[in-house]
């Protein structure tokens, strides 16, 4: 990237950590994907403030021919909205490049969730693992883990960091950081409860060996556990049904509570989600109940 995409770049970053007060993840990933669009406009021999709608269009049709998901590229183009609105509004640019640039169809894109059945078979998956206390201890921490991933819809993230001090199980709840360092209660079930509070008794003092850690899952020795062990956990416990991540527990958990019957504004507490928007995919994943309502419910439904 020449200097002057790198000036461009580097100040709308710092204003995304200082005056947004976004995590370091979600600026790191606004960082890649502008970069990327950098590149592609350096080799049309423009700059960051010089680029033009065709610009932007060329840009996502290079995406999709390089089987970029619609995900993917509708991130893209959100990244370079936010960048250019910035520009505007600092007198850098003129026009917006990305106006009347529709998004890709993200409601298209189905989110994966798993069976109550298969979601039961990855926690069957933790027990029996107990050749030494510490390989039970382990299990025992794993099991924990897959039923608040699954109970409270979090992301991964907001797992490895979760607190000792965070967790309410007098009450029930727990309090995560999302993201932005938005803070929110979730509810914990009584399965996740009692996992947790089988994990604090025995596992966890196991897996500290006498040290001090302010975090609620440990790994050996007391450090923090990594995101890709919790990743390599969830495809371990997954292992004999269909490919599971630690976001498919999270659709799982927001699916089967519309199914249930949760309306979309609890699902976007639970799940922290910034915008309903975002929650309301999974009313496409629960068609079934939401034309049985409607049947059962409206006054026009059945009649001829």
């Known amino acids: 990237m020449n200097a002057a995409n790198q000036r461009v770049l580097r100040r709308f970053l710092d204003y995304l950590k200082?005056?947004?007060?976004?995590?370091?993840?979600?600026?790191?990933?606004?960082?890649?994907?502008?970069?990327?669009?950098?590149?592609?406009?350096?080799?049309?021999?423009?700059?960051?403030?010089?680029?033009?709608?065709?610009?932007?269009?060329?840009?996502?049709?290079?995406?999709?021919?390089?089987?970029?998901?619609?995900?993917?590229?509708?991130?893209?183009?959100?990244?370079?909205?936010?960048?250019?609105?910035?520009?505007?509004?600092?007198?850098?640019?003129?026009?917006?490049?990305?106006?009347?640039?529709?998004?890709?169809?993200?409601?298209?894109?189905?989110?994966?969730?798993?069976?109550?059945?298969?979601?039961?078979?990855?926690?069957?998956?933790?027990?029996?693992?107990?050749?030494?206390?510490l390989a039970a201890a382990i299990a025992r921490r794993d099991r924990a883990m897959l039923e608040v991933l699954y109970a409270a819809g979090l992301r991964v993230s907001e797992l490895v960091n979760m607190k000792l001090e965070d967790l309410k199980l007098d009450m029930g709840h727990v309090l995560v950081r999302g993201k932005g360092d938005k803070e929110r209660i979730v509810p914990l079930g009584r399965a996740s409860q009692e996992a947790i509070r089988g994990y604090l008794a025995e596992a966890r003092p196991a897996l500290l060996a006498g040290k001090v850690s302010p975090v609620l899952f440990v790994r050996r020795g007391g450090g923090r556990l990594s995101r890709q062990r919790v990743w390599q956990m969830v495809k371990a416990a997954s292992a004999a049904g269909r490919h599971a991540s630690p976001h498919t527990l999270r659709h799982s958990c927001a699916t089967h509570m519309v199914e249930n019957g949760a309306d979309l504004r609890t699902v976007q507490t639970i799940l922290g989600h910034a915008d309903i928007s975002t929650s309301q995919i999974y009313t496409h994943v629960a068609l079934d109940r939401l034309r049985n309502v409607y049947r059962s419910h409206h006054p026009r439904a059945k009649k001829v």
Do not use: C, N
């Open 18 to 133: 200082v005056e947004k007060g976004l995590a370091a993840l979600t600026v790191s990933a606004y960082e890649s994907d502008l970069s990327q669009f950098a590149g592609f406009l350096e080799a049309r021999r423009r700059e960051l403030p010089e680029a033009r709608r065709d610009d932007v269009r060329a840009f996502l049709s290079r995406l999709f021919s390089d089987d970029v998901k619609d995900r993917s590229v509708a991130r893209k183009l959100s990244a370079l909205r936010h960048l250019y609105k910035f520009l505007l509004l600092d007198r850098v640019v003129k026009h917006d490049p990305t106006l009347d640039i529709d998004s890709p169809r993200q409601w298209k894109i189905l989110p994966k969730s798993l069976a109550g059945a298969e979601i039961d078979s990855m926690l069957a998956s933790t027990e029996g693992r107990g050749d030494s206390a």
